[in-house]
């Protein structure tokens, strides 16, 4: 395997414009002999389908939820970064770019967070045209709060429901495609394979989730939205039904899978309450706008909060950043509260919390000031807690919410297989180690509104429609009987252990080795443990029903068997970067202070892992990080 | 604490279906009302049964996937809030507990607690859009939207789409769900252009569905998790109303 990057020459402000003149494009007119396949329908998948379907394409669209509107993109809460400078409070593209390669620790690719900066504009723009309600000033002009890792305030939002609104507007986009007759949409369908025709991608195999049928689809090429895979953790802030599957099998077929090491840990979670628990809930980083972080100073105080007096309290991330205080970035917000937490100073009946305290701002601006800005997450923690965070302190922990890794792309999307696009959170390149708060939203829309349909286009005009295999030929009937294959070994185990048991049992193992802090020794223990786990899952797993129906514990095991499979890799590239960066920690590498300390002379590469069989090692491509504008530095947000 | 469930189970869309009783024991009261369902799902397959089938993706309120009546309630009766957020501290050590899908005739039940939601899709695919394709959109600070206007859009947009409205209503009206889109997008300027068109076809296609016609009642703002008001089916009337005399002119 040979990675090309495809960055186009010429100034980093300029390529951009230079390669949308380079694509080539598809006559209107042989728009409609193409066929596209989009899987997923968050942001990038909705927004991807919907403006190949207005270009003229015939796409067609696959979701695992009941409707495309369900995606998990929907629960976004904060906002979405924009370099508008509507504030006029000094930003701009290269500012933005820059605190995104800032922000991502100088391990992302330098072009594409460029163009990512130069259509976030665009972004708001469309939305706003498509009716997106987002937040407005008096005057009717468009409202802005600040976000962690910025010093500007360009991150626009709906509420606390950003996500939400943005998501629906694709949707809705969708919809009339769907209306329209281009886009067919096949909610309640889930991947299983993918189809390699002499080496591009040419369609998919897939199981309905109601009927169970297994079925083959076609396309020129082939777009994947299917978002990450924190899952693998088992408790996230993820949707219980997010998966890795999608992507992971992709792996398998010869697309490159690139940091996957890069996890992100979010600081402002509600804290796990038992082993019942399913997923684990954010409360938006938005909160770190008004809401002051802090601790008991002395170990083990068990006072109420409201009792502990000011001189007492550690507020440890304005004591520590003062020039960005509250608004740390997420990475290292989240092992400042690790830290205070393993040093005996957490809060709450596990200790494992810190007070996300809003009695400043209140005093300050007044609750109903507060409400309005925050009130659906207060109203959210207090049902999820019971507790009034307007009258005492919120109790937050850090969580898995995001991962920066994902299927390696070029810089037109493609991953290593021709055909395959990579869109959104399921592909590795803008975030770097990572990401910043409100980011994710924009990089979804940017790829699936303003990157993909000029790049897929360019891709298929190099294709003829002519060529499109029929979904009875042999490569298809080799996959799909694959894939029934699998899924029968997996009724046959009959065992006694059931999925979720499973999947809970590797996101312990996960977390706790390949968490918020990741040494040799640990990487290497779990390294063994995995592949245990896994044998024992082929041997003791049990499933109820038949594969012909509708079959929740048969969806459930399909998905665990992939994650445990690809912890392996995940902890491999944790174990191989031997250095830390953004949220990926290794304890052997900080500075005296406690940051993580990259090094730039060995691991300014994009680690690309290729797939070698089942029980061989994957190969690891390096792509160099070679950054033309920006100068590597110690990330300081001091 | 020790629950005892009734559960509606159904094999698939043709099967009559009947109540099964279980008991769900050592709930925690930290749970929520799907955590509890997992738990008793986990021992249910243990025994080698097939798992209570359910809808539920994000469980944190806003997707709008899980779809259950609980005693008789949609989402279970708690104010603004999904099943998904309901947590077991609101119920009692041996309460006895009923667990229904969502009912309505445009909501086929596709197995036990599970529905099909298609139709509600196919009333946004009606209309539930602004027509603007990707690319030449204006400067976003454009047009202003005033911000009472932009505050009221925002919590018609609100809505989840979960249909809990429908469930709870006893015509199985689905006016709560389209007015909060009609409303969202006749109260910005970017809706105006279509504005007309859009409510005359979503109703239509709402009837199309089989959805009830609505008398007022109010059940489906009181189970509505996002508290969409009912002020937009007053609203939606009144752009109804002014599309068709706008038609006839």
């Known amino acids: 395997m040979k990675l090309d990057a495809k960055i186009p020459s010429g100034p980093l402000d300029q390529k951009w414009e230079k390669h949308k003149f380079d694509l080539k494009l598809v006559n209107p007119a042989n728009k409609r002999k193409y066929e596209v396949i989009v899987v997923g329908s968050g942001l990038a998948g909705a927004s991807a389908a919907a403006t190949l379907g207005e270009l003229g394409y015939n796409v067609k669209c696959f979701c695992y939820q009941d409707s495309p509107r369900r995606a998990h993109s929907i629960a976004a809460q904060g906002g979405i970064n924009s370099a508008k400078n509507y504030q006029n409070d000094g930003d701009s593209v290269h500012r933005l770019f820059y605190d995104t390669i800032k922000g991502g620790d100088f391990r992302a690719r330098e072009a594409n967070v460029h163009r990512l900066a130069e259509v976030s504009r665009n972004i708001i723009d469309q939305c706003v045209a498509q009716g997106v309600p987002f937040a407005r000033e008096y005057s009717g002009m468009l409202a802005n709060r600040s976000f962690g890792g910025a010093q500007v305030s360009r991150t626009f939002y709906a509420r606390g429901q950003t996500g939400q609104q943005l998501l629906l507007g694709a949707y809705q986009a969708l919809s009339r495609q769907i209306a329209a007759g281009k886009v067919t949409m096949f909610p309640r369908t889930e991947l299983q394979d993918v189809v390699l025709v002499d080496g591009k991608a040419k369609g998919i195999v897939v199981r309905n989730l109601v009927t169970g049928e297994i079925s083959s689809h076609a396309a020129d090429a082939v777009v994947m939205a299917t978002g990450g895979y924190g899952p693998v953790f088992y408790l996230s802030t993820n949707a219980v039904g997010c998966n890795v599957s999608a992507t992971y099998r992709a792996y398998k077929r010869g697309a490159a899978f690139a940091n996957p090491c890069y996890t992100q840990i979010h600081p402002t979670c509600i804290p796990v309450t038992g082993d019942h628990q399913s997923k684990l809930t954010l409360m938006s980083e938005s909160l770190r706008n008004d809401g002051r972080v802090w601790v008991p100073k002395k170990k083990g105080d068990e006072r109420r909060p409201q009792d502990i007096p000011e001189a007492e309290r550690d507020y440890y991330l304005e004591r520590k950043y003062p020039s960005f205080g509250n608004l740390a970035p997420r990475d290292i917000a989240s092992r400042a509260a690790k830290e205070a937490c393993d040093a005996g100073r957490g809060v709450g009946p596990t200790g494992l919390g810190v007070f996300l305290d809003f009695q400043d701002a209140i005093g300050r601006q007044g609750e109903s000031t507060v409400r309005e800005r925050y009130g659906n997450l207060f109203d959210m923690y207090q049902r999820i807690t019971g507790e009034n965070a307007y009258h005492q302190p919120m109790r937050i922990f850090p969580a898995v919410h995001y991962t920066m890794g994902g299927l390696w792309v070029d810089y037109n999307l493609m991953s290593s297989i021709p055909g395959l696009f990579v869109l959104g959170e399921a592909n590795f390149s803008d975030h770097g180690a990572n990401r910043l708060g409100a980011s994710a939203l924009m990089q979804g829309l940017a790829d699936g509104y303003f990157v993909a349909p000029y790049t897929v286009g360019n891709y298929l005009s190099q294709e003829s429609p002519a060529d499109r295999p029929s979904t009875d030929s042999k490569p298809f009937k080799k996959v799909e009987s694959e894939v029934n294959e699998r899924i029968d070994q997996l009724f046959a185990i009959k065992g006694r252990r059931t999925p979720r048991s499973f999947h809970r049992e590797l996101g312990k193992l996960v977390w706790e080795y390949c968490g918020m802090a990741r040494d040799k020794a640990g990487l290497t223990k779990v390294l063994k443990l995995i592949p245990e786990l896994r044998d024992e899952f082929w041997d003791n797993l049990n499933l109820s029903g038949g594969p012909n129906e509708l079959n929740t514990s048969l969806e459930q095991a399909s998905r665990v068997a992939d994650f445990m499979e690809f912890a392996e890799l995940l902890c491999t590239d944790a174990l191989k970067r031997d250095e830390s960066c953004g949220g990926h920690f290794r304890t052997e590498h900080q500075t005296p202070d406690g940051e993580a300390k990259r090094d730039d002379k060995n691991f300014a590469y994009v680690a690309a892992w290729e797939y070698k069989g089942q029980s061989r090692r994957p190969t690891l491509h390096k792509e160099p990080l070679a950054y033309q504008e920006v100068k590597m530095t110690q990330r300081s947000y001091k | ?249």
Request: charged fraction near 20%; aromatic fraction near 6%; charge should be negative.
């Open chain 2, 1 to 249: 604490m020790n629950l005892t469930l009734h559960v509606w189970r159904q094999e698939n869309a043709t099967d009559s279906g009947e109540f099964v009783t279980y008991l769900a024991k050592d709930v925690s009261p930290d749970m929520s009302f799907l955590e509890m369902l997992d738990v008793v799902n986990e021992d249910l397959l243990e025994k080698g049964a097939d798992p209570i089938a359910f809808d539920s993706d994000c469980r944190e309120g806003i997707c709008g996937t899980c779809s259950l009546v609980i005693n008789g309630s949609a989402h279970g009766g708690q104010k603004a809030t999904t099943a998904c957020q309901l947590h077991m501290r609101s119920f009692s050590d041996g309460e006895t507990i009923t667990i229904e899908p969502w009912r309505a005739r445009p909501f086929p039940v596709i197995r036990d607690l599970v529905v099909d939601r298609g139709s509600f899709d196919r009333i946004i695919q009606a209309g539930g859009y602004v027509s603007a394709s990707t690319g030449g959109a204006p400067d976003a600070n454009t047009i202003p939207v005033s911000k009472p206007n932009s505050d009221k859009a925002m919590d018609a947009a609100q809505c989840i789409g979960c249909g809990a409205c429908v469930a709870a209503c006893k015509n199985a009206s689905a006016m709560l769900f389209v007015s909060a889109k009609v409303s969202h997008m006749s109260l910005l300027p970017q809706g105006q252009v279509e504005r007309e068109q859009r409510v005359l076809d979503m109703v239509s296609q709402m009837d199309q569905e089989g959805f009830g016609a609505c008398t007022v009642t109010g059940s489906c703002e009181a189970v509505c998790p996002k508290e969409i008001s009912l002020d937009f089916i007053a609203r939606m009337n009144r752009e109804y109303g002014r599309a068709l005399i706008k038609s006839c002119s």
